[in-house]
């Protein structure tokens, strides 16, 4: 074999649980292995929809549940017999104890009459009914309503003064005297149940108890405490606002004051009606100021892109229609323009008539020369009047600067006027301002002083008006003896389960023997040839024949066939395994009854074959052939006898047998006899095969021996038998020996519709006997 099927995987965790699987032999065509668990890293996820992935964990699952199946069939009684004491034992307690009294009552949520003015106080409406249970499971109520009963039940007095003290410790931080042995004394044994009734707003109570007339008495205080104990939280809240609202009210009292008289103070410094009248005539006249400096910067910027002569042009438009809608300043500065025309209008004057004369002098030159006295005579008039004209010219752009100057001036001074009485609307305004703010802030102080005082008389009368909204709409029943049967039994049950579970899990755990051909295949690296089921066989009277072997189970007698199909189709071809050794770890796994009937049924295929029982020990195959035990292969190994002389026949045809013989030395010593090669070639001839059952090979160490001189070993494994560890072990001693395994055979296959064994559902349909005349 190859060193790759050497190493074997460790046998872990039952039941499914992933474990590390062997490789396959290689021997022959691949086989169907579960080493999908193997992923080299950075192998994405395994697909659910990959059909070899989803058949794999399908048959994990099957394996798991077969070996369940296996474990109830062996240990069920186990469960059964851990369900009946638990039962038992929970009817027997149930029944010995002393009876709990049931007391039953109801509360409901009743109206109320609503007054708007006593409506402060107010709860969660959200989950409201179930705030109320839990309040009354709270071990608050509860510890009151002990308290309550204990002055009128002397024997509940210990609980009232330990739950009591306990509760004053927790609420007060100080310890009331409660004695050590009361304190020693267990808790009350009162319970309460609180149902909410569904899309209702009905709470139905339970208390059970040890005794009838104490349980409804507590039930009863209960409810009763649970209505006080609301009524008490509302006063003090109602109390703790009272507080809080006098003590608002005080400071809104003060901080009124104080207002008012800041208020005083600013009245007393300022007139306010006339930082009124101040501010809006402020207003008014810088409005009028800038309407007057806009206008005086328009006409400066007209006067320093105008020239002389376009001055004229304007001044000599229409203006009537302007000067009869023009506002007082713009009037004002039409006069003042005015004063300008003057000048320029001579100067337009001397323009237009210089403009004639060149008019008149370019016509007479055409039919004059230019020193014609009339030619001569216009050209003197033309520079005198041009001469004119610059005087004027410069005369007009004397006074045109010198209105710049005057413009300039007066806007200096209105942006001079402009911020002085920017200043003094600004102060008026802010002074306004600060009154105004003064007045709503006392207006504030004003309005939360007088909802505070409200507010304190609503908490009056919210604490004095009843709002109880959970009332008692049945009382107290009388208590009931009531035994708890069902839910004993049906804990015991559900106890008994897990313990019974959960000591066949462990049981599995420690087993690690193989249940299904399924874990066989995954912790074992060779190839599994053959699965024999486990049936009851009838053991056969006196000498085995045909008729002995036929009258076997169909499923068991078509494994066999199987078997033999894949001893005669082993090797893909190649030469086919003549000589056989039967093999197995320990004893009681069967090899001895594979041995026979895998001989007789090659030999019913016509075959002829050499039956040897190689346990010189304990051998015991010549009892199903009634044949004497000596001589066999123990006196032909020791050379005392010839081999053909051992051999005998069988009830069947093509089937001879060598019995195991009486060794007088060591086995052992006689399996490494020259005499056994000799007779394995001597068979070989003579037979078409050759089956050999040997010892256990953890047993005796013959089996490497014998099986060092045949064809391969065939190893057989008996299911929910064999011991994972043994088997590899085995094998592992057998590879060391160089010696070749054919494969593996499951003994004893426990049968189960989650297994793969099907022959003997077809036995109706395919089963076979012979025909008799």
Not at 27 to 37: E, I, V
Not at 165 to 181: I, W, Y
Not at 511 to 539: C, Q, T, W, Y
Not at 669 to 682: G, V
Request: glycine content about 6%.
């Amino acid at each position: 074999m190859s060193d790759s099927n050497k190493g074997s995987s460790e046998v872990s965790a039952r039941f499914g649980a992933g474990v590390p699987l062997a490789p396959n032999t290689g021997d022959s065509m691949p086989r169907a292995s579960s080493n999908q668990n193997h992923k080299p890293p950075g192998t994405p996820a395994v697909d659910l929809f990959n059909r070899g992935d989803r058949f794999a964990s399908a048959s994990r699952i099957f394996s798991w549940l077969h070996r369940w199946q296996l474990l109830l069939r062996k240990y069920g009684w186990t469960l059964a017999l851990i369900i009946v004491v638990m039962v038992g034992s929970a009817c027997v307690l149930t029944f010995r104890s002393a009876p709990v009294y049931e007391s039953k009552a109801r509360m409901w949520l009743a109206g109320k009459l609503d007054i708007s003015e006593g409506r402060l106080y107010t709860e969660e409406l959200l989950d409201y009914l179930g705030t109320q249970a839990e309040l009354l499971r709270s071990r608050v109520i509860q510890k009151r309503a002990l308290a309550r009963i204990g002055a009128k039940f002397t024997q509940f007095a210990a609980f009232a003064r330990v739950e009591s003290g306990a509760n004053a410790e927790t609420t007060d931080g100080a310890d009331n005297s409660v004695s050590p042995g009361d304190r020693a004394n267990p808790k009350a044994p009162f319970k309460v149940k609180v149902i909410e009734g569904s899309r209702s707003s009905i709470l139905e109570l339970r208390a059970f108890g040890p005794d009838a007339a104490v349980t409804r008495a507590y039930l009863t205080s209960l409810m009763e405490e649970y209505v006080a104990f609301k009524r008490e939280v509302r006063e003090k809240s109602s109390d703790r606002t009272l507080a809080s609202a006098t003590a608002q009210v005080e400071q809104l009292a003060r901080e009124l004051e104080a207002q008012q008289e800041k208020l005083h103070a600013f009245q007393s410094s300022n007139n306010v009606v006339f930082l009124q009248e101040q501010g809006n005539s402020a207003g008014s006249y810088l409005a009028t100021l800038s309407k007057q400096l806009a206008t005086m910067r328009n006409e400066l910027r007209l006067l320093q892109m105008l020239q002389p002569e376009q001055w004229v042009e304007r001044e000599t438009g229409p203006k009537t229609a302007a000067q009869g809608n023009a506002s007082p300043p713009e009037s004002i500065a039409k006069d003042m323009a005015a004063s300008l025309a003057g000048p320029q209008l001579e100067l337009f004057k001397v323009t237009q008539q210089i403009q004639v004369l060149k008019a008149k002098r370019d016509d007479l030159s055409r039919f004059l020369r230019p020193l014609h006295p009339k030619i001569i005579k216009l050209n003197e008039d033309i520079a005198t009047q041009e001469k004119l004209a610059q005087t004027v010219r410069d005369e007009a752009m004397k006074q045109m600067n010198h209105r710049r100057h005057t413009i300039e001036m007066e806007i200096q001074n209105l942006e001079t006027a402009s911020v002085e009485w920017d200043a003094k609307a600004i102060e008026a305004s802010r002074k306004m301002a600060d009154y105004d703010r003064m007045r709503q802030d006392l207006q504030r102080i004003q309005a939360a002083y007088e909802k505070m005082l409200g507010l304190i008389q609503k908490v009056d009368l919210n604490k004095n008006v009843e709002q109880e909204n959970i009332g008692i709409l049945e009382p107290a029943s009388a208590a009931e003896p009531r035994r708890p049967i069902m839910r004993n039994l049906g804990l015991a049950v559900i106890a008994s389960f897990l313990l019974g579970f959960g000591l066949l899990y462990c049981l599995g755990m420690m087993r690690d023997d193989f249940s299904s051909l399924n874990e066989l295949s995954d912790h074992l690296s060779e190839e599994v040839v053959g699965k024999i089921p486990a049936i009851s066989m009838p053991k056969p009277k006196g000498r085995l024949a045909v008729e002995g072997l036929q009258k076997q189970r169909f499923d068991f007698l078509e494994s066999f066939r199987n078997l033999r199909s894949s001893l005669l189709f082993m090797n893909n071809g190649g030469p086919k395994p003549k000589t056989i050794v039967i093999a197995s770890s320990v004893p009681e796994e069967g090899k001895s009854t594979v041995s026979l009937y895998l001989a007789a049924t090659i030999a019913m295929g016509n075959s002829r074959v050499l039956l040897i029982d190689a346990d010189m020990r304990r051998g015991s195959l010549h009892e199903l052939f009634g044949a004497h035990r000596t001589p066999g292969l123990a006196e032909v190994l020791d050379h005392e006898i010839a081999a053909s002389n051992a051999i005998v026949s069988t009830g069947f045809d093509n089937l001879m047998f060598l019995p195991a013989g009486k060794a007088k030395r060591n086995p052992g010593e006689l399996a490494l006899s020259s005499e056994w090669r000799s007779l394995i070639t001597e068979a070989e001839r003579q037979f078409d095969y050759v089956v050999v059952d040997t010892p256990p090979v953890l047993a005796a160490d013959d089996v490497s021996t014998l099986a060092s001189r045949t064809d391969g070993v065939l190893f057989v494994v008996r299911g929910s038998f064999t011991s994972a560890r043994m088997a590899r072990t085995a094998l592992d001693a057998l590879r060391q020996r160089h010696i070749n395994v054919l494969g593996l055979v499951f003994n004893r296959a426990m049968s189960s519709r989650y297994e793969g064994g099907y022959y003997g559902k077809y036995e109706g349909a395919y089963g076979w006997r012979e025909q008799t005349t």
